[in-house]
């Protein structure tokens, strides 16, 4: 894998994910360019990223010459023909709306050069849905970073019927040089690798306990113990959130057709009641800790 530093990079949105995973690349030796149609998002997200690096320099993780030189590489703009102008590669990272997603590309591709990479970090768009309407679908394909972007070391790179393998490569080559584990996903499904292994952990975890096998702490115990999860499945729920879970096997059993991938009944019964986990105190278990 040649090491393809330093990139043009643009990062197009600047919520949780994007503005962590411009600050990776910035580290990493990249030029960065932090888009975002909101100017007050982008102010925020430099105040974050600074207590981040301090952070950081404060527990010896990274020098402050590092730091300095990383946001000395790191420029933030509302304007996408300034984002797009040299762009060599684009992780889009914007609102989870295919439509909104859709006309970024489209634009982006229009102002950007020819040799850009249009990726994808949706966590559940396959870049195939992107494609359309494209004049390069081979440079499009699907990078998807884990949160916090600036800790989690894995990026799923999925490779659609449209994408080329250099595409392939070159975000392979791009999350490498950016310190992280690029995995290489050869065709597109929904949730990727990660995201059907772990659903398919909550999924039997929900049925043992739905089935009277075991109390949902005794399954959380039996995960933790016997598989060596820092975190048991129920504990994950509520953490990752109910709704979102929820929305995600919604989402799964639409795009399957099948409707047994949908929500179980326990899932929809603390959705309903607005029983969403820590967020709002309660899911399976409540905060002060014990289950339901
Ligand atoms: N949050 C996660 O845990 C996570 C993990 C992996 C992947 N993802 C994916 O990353 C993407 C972003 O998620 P997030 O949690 O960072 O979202 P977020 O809501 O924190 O941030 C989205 C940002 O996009 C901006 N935005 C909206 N429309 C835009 C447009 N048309 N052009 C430019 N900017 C626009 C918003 O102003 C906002 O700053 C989603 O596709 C999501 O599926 C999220």
């Known amino acids: 894998m040649t090491d393809p530093r330093p990139l043009t990079l643009t990062v197009c949105g600047s919520g949780a994910m994007g503005s962590q995973i411009a600050l990776v690349g910035a580290l990493a030796g ?6 975002d149609i909101d100017a007050d998002r982008l102010d925020v997200a430099i105040g974050e990223l600074r207590t981040q690096a301090e952070r950081r320099v404060t527990k010896g993780r990274i020098s402050r010459e590092e730091a300095d030189a990383a946001f000395a590489r790191l420029a933030v703009t509302t304007s996408l023909e300034r984002a797009a102008a040299g762009a060599d590669f684009m992780i889009e990272a914007i609102v989870e709306k295919l439509e909104a997603k859709q006309s970024l590309f489209r634009e982006f591709e229009l102002l ?3 040799h850009c990479i249009l990726a994808t970090n949706s966590s559940s768009i396959v870049s195939s849905k992107l494609k359309e309407g494209l004049a390069r679908p ?5 990078m ?5 972007a600036l800790v989690m070391e894995l990026v799923e790179v999925v490779e659609g019927e449209h994408t080329a393998p250099e595409t392939v490569a070159r975000a392979m080559a791009l999350a ?3 310190g992280k584990h690029p995995v290489h996903i050869t065709r597109e499904i929904f949730g990727f690798v990660v995201n059907r292994v772990l659903t398919a952990i909550f999924d039997e975890a929900i049925s043992l306990a739905e089935a009277g096998i075991a109390s949902v702490e005794d399954i959380d115990v039996a995960v933790r113990k016997g598989l060596g999860h ?9 953490l990752t959130g109910i709704d979102v879970n929820y929305h995600i096997k919604t989402l799964q059993a639409a795009e ?3 409707p047994e991938d949908g929500p179980s009944q326990s899932l929809t019964s603390l959705y309903e009641a607005g029983k969403f986990g820590r967020k709002t105190g309660e899911g399976f278990f409540t905060y002060d800790g014990a289950a339901q």
């Open 176 to 178: 490498a040089s950016m």
């Open 230 to 238: 820092p975190i048991g499945p129920f504990a994950l729920l509520d």
């Open 112 to 114: 950007a050069p020819a």
């Open 256 to 258: 399957s057709g099948r």
């Open 144 to 148: 998807h970073f884990f949160n916090p």
């Open 138 to 142: 081979e440079l499009v394909c699907n």
């Open 30 to 35: 990249h030029d960065v360019t932090l888009y």
